[in-house]
T-cell receptor
Framework: GENVEQHPSTLSVQEGDSAVIKCTYS??????FPWYKQELGKRPQLIID?????GEKKDQRIAVTLNKTAKHFSLHITETQPEDSAVYFC?????????FGTGTSLTVIP | GAGVSQSPSNKVTEKGKDVELRCDPI?????LYWYRQRLGQGLEFLIY????????KSGLPSDRFSAERTGESVSTLTIQRTQQEDSAVYLC?????????????FGSGTRLTVV
């Protein structure tokens, strides 16, 4: 089955700086990679996703990159703001089951 | 419905009692998933339903846990003889299912406390 690893587990950045979270996966059949943001006490919510036929996708201050050869994908948040503080989960899917990373707790320091 | 609905939102139960948690997925979503999230921890996969296929139960931690789904609608997760280590938030999610992109939509979860 698929194995998704996520790093780092915790990340602190100064407001305005960039944050990068990295994930690796093992199953070459995985073709869809969503990212979820979970604020304290709330449900995880989809913030951005990428399919395997695309190398990069941007949405305002967030971007995701995918390297299929190396089987890794990353979330980039630029110009971080305090409201970006949350736990971020990556996931990989082959269209059926979703496999989640263990999460990254991001703290943006004002 | 417009979103994934879970009930109850909070449940406090005595050790040894059985509990039943309910999930009502988004209409038309053929795939439904249950996850457990302990305080400050990640998402622990429990079970996955896809249409009329046999469910993937590989994540259920013990035979005290079971889940059912009626067709492509409501699912119930049952925990028998609850233990304190069962205390967690139980999250349900649904998606458009096999071969479909678009990610999950999560419910708000049921916070279970076993005392």
């Amino acid at each position: 089955g698929e194995n998704v690893e996520q790093h780092p587990s915790t990340l602190s950045v100064q407001e305005g700086d960039s944050a990068v979270i990295k994930c690796t996966y093992s199953d070459s059949a995985s073709n869809y990679f969503p990212w979820y943001k979970q604020e304290l006490g709330k449900r995880p919510q989809l913030i951005i996703d990428i399919r395997s036929n695309v190398g990069e996708k941007k949405d305002q201050r967030i971007a995701v990159t995918l390297n299929k050869t190396a089987k890794h994908f990353s979330l980039h948040i630029t110009e971080t703001q305090p409201e970006d503080s949350a736990v971020y989960f990556c996931a990989a899917s082959n269209g059926n089951q979703f496999y989640f990373g263990t999460g990254t707790s991001l703290t943006v320091i004002p | 419905g417009a979103g994934v609905s879970q009930s109850p939102s909070n449940k406090v139960t005595e050790k040894g009692k059985d509990v039943e948690l309910r999930c009502d997925p988004i209409s038309g979503h053929t795939a439904l998933y249950w996850y457990r999230q302990r305080l400050g921890q990640g998402l622990e996969f429990l079970i996955y339903f896809q249409g009329n296929s046999a469910p993937d139960k590989s994540g259920l931690p013990s035979d005290r846990f079971s889940a059912e789904r009626t067709g492509e609608s409501v699912s119930t997760l049952t925990i028998q003889r609850t233990q304190q280590e069962d205390s967690a938030v139980y999250l349900c999610a649904s998606s458009r299912g096999q071969g479909a992109f678009g990610g999950y939509t999560f419910g708000s979860g049921t916070r279970l406390t076993v005392v």
